[in-house]
């Protein structure tokens, strides 16, 4: 069912869900409502996976490439940006949340090898699949490993890992509360957990100029290269619903993570939250 008109996220001005609704979504999430989001569209609860699941099949062969183009390329640097900030050690373990074609793993392991590991955790083969031949023949191949499974139930034992990670992956899982407090559970005490995401920007102008090529510059590219406008309309609309910055940082002292600090990139566009457990 779609969302009905008049609801704000259907104001063409304000396409960036209030406080009050992005708060209800989060709550709602968190409490296993019987129907949540998938974009801009509501859903049955238990249909979310099986629509991220698909979402992401039809994007995998192209995904990278989608990534550098629309980003202008400026992603690598963000995620540059986000291993530097988490300060790894040699033989660290870290675990990649909704890791996909291990972008974030593979510049992980540059500072956990030899001893240390990665390992690229994801729900969708094919995202796992088409990030396969980045790693093969490298050094860094041997410290890097992949696990299919689900973000909510985290196939690892509690205190496992000095650092956890999710990149551009926790707003397609249904309860993001869950996600995260997994990633708490999986973390040995100091360990380090980080989330990067896209937000909102900060300079009006700048926002609309955003929000324009989002809606109709990305979904355009999206349908001309990797077949699909709408799996590159559904981005910028999961992107308008997730929590800003002191929201998400609130939610994750909740869970039990001190420390909490955020870095805002590009005016806003991407944040880079690290808490400590
Ligand atoms: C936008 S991609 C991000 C990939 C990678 N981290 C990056 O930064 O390029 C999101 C990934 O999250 C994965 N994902 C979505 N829901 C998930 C879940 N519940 N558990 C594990 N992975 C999930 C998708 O399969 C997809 O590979």
Not at 132 to 153: F, M, P, T
Request: glycine fraction near 6%; charged fraction near 25%.
């Amino acid at each position: 069912m779609e969302v009905e008109p008049g609801c704000d996220m259907y104001k063409e001005k304000e396409i960036w869900l209030d406080d009050e609704k992005r708060k209800e979504q989060l709550d709602k999430a968190a409490n296993n409502a019987k129907t949540t989001f998938f974009g801009f569209q509501r859903v049955p609860r238990e249909r979310k996976a099986d629509r991220v699941l698909q979402h992401f099949d039809s994007v995998a062969q192209h995904y990278d490439f989608m990534n550098t183009l629309l980003s202008f390329g400026i992603h690598h640097l963000w995620k540059r940006s986000a291993i530097q900030m988490l300060n790894l050690a040699p033989n660290d373990d870290v675990l990649d949340v909704c890791g996909g074609t291990g972008d974030l793993a593979i510049l992980a392991a540059r500072h956990v090898i030899p001893n240390g590991r990665v390992i690229v955790y994801d729900i969708n083969r094919a995202m796992i699949q088409a990030g396969l031949h980045k790693v093969a023949h490298k050094d860094i191949a041997s410290c890097i490993r992949y696990v299919q499974g689900n973000a909510e139930s985290i196939s690892f034992p509690d205190r496992h890992f000095e650092a956890a990670m999710v990149g551009f992956g926790i707003r397609n899982v249904t309860n993001m509360k869950k996600g995260f407090k997994e990633m708490y559970r999986v973390l040995k005490p100091g360990g380090k957990m980080l989330c990067l995401e896209f937000s909102k920007p900060t300079f009006l102008p700048f926002r609309r100029l955003y929000d324009y090529y989002s809606f109709y510059i990305m979904p355009f590219l999206g349908e001309l290269i990797a077949g699909s406008r709408k799996a590159y309309t559904h981005l910028p609309e999961s992107i308008r619903m997730f929590p800003l910055p002191d929201e998400l940082s609130a939610l994750l002292m909740e869970i039990g993570f001190s420390q909490t600090t955020y870095k805002k990139l590009t005016n806003g566009i991407a944040v880079i939250h690290l808490a400590i457990k």
